[in-house]
């Protein structure tokens, strides 16, 4: 599975601007939303934060993979955003989480919703990677290293 297959170059952010867990999830509702317009940030943000609810995804190392499944959509669809302070989102280690993929399915969609977990789960694991989405010139940089990642063998 590619990585830009579900994540548009719209929908990268390179400073996300909120300091809360809920103002992330919003932006990256907001993202996500400007794609599907049969989505609302404000239903969105609210599905994300029940799902939250159940657990953080935060899963360390600066990183959450917010995520949820969502009745009326035709296809899954994703958002990158980096917060360069860093925002507290209940993570697992309780660090600060910096990077933020956010991913999106049609609610009968597991076995493909949870493939792109998986994947992006595995991307953001390695260090080195982790570290250049980190200093990425802004957007564009952030793009670029994610397609450079995507056609990696």
Do not use: W, Y
């Not at 996300?16 to 317009?37: F, M, N, Y």
């Not at 956010?102 to 953001?124: Q, Y």
Request: aromatic share 4%; glycine share 10%.
């Amino acid at each position: 599975m590619r990585i830009l297959d579900i994540l548009p170059p719209g929908a990268v952010m390179g400073d996300l601007r909120s300091d809360t867990k809920e103002g992330v999830l919003r932006e990256l509702s907001e993202a996500v939303c400007r794609l599907v317009p049969a989505l609302s940030p404000e239903r969105l943000t609210a599905i994300l934060m029940d799902r939250e609810a159940l657990g953080s995804t935060g899963i360390g190392d600066g990183v959450a993979i917010p995520h949820g499944k969502v009745a009326g959509i035709g296809q899954m669809v994703a958002a990158f955003g980096r917060s360069r302070e860093g925002v507290q989102f209940a993570s697992l280690d309780g660090k600060p989480t910096r990077l933020f993929f956010l991913v999106i399915a049609p609610e009968n969609s597991a076995g493909m919703h949870l493939k792109a977990l998986a994947r992006i789960s595995r991307l953001l694991k390695d260090e080195r990677f982790r570290r250049r989405l980190l200093e990425a010139d802004g957007t564009e940089g952030l793009v670029d290293l994610l397609r450079e990642e995507d056609e990696r063998p």
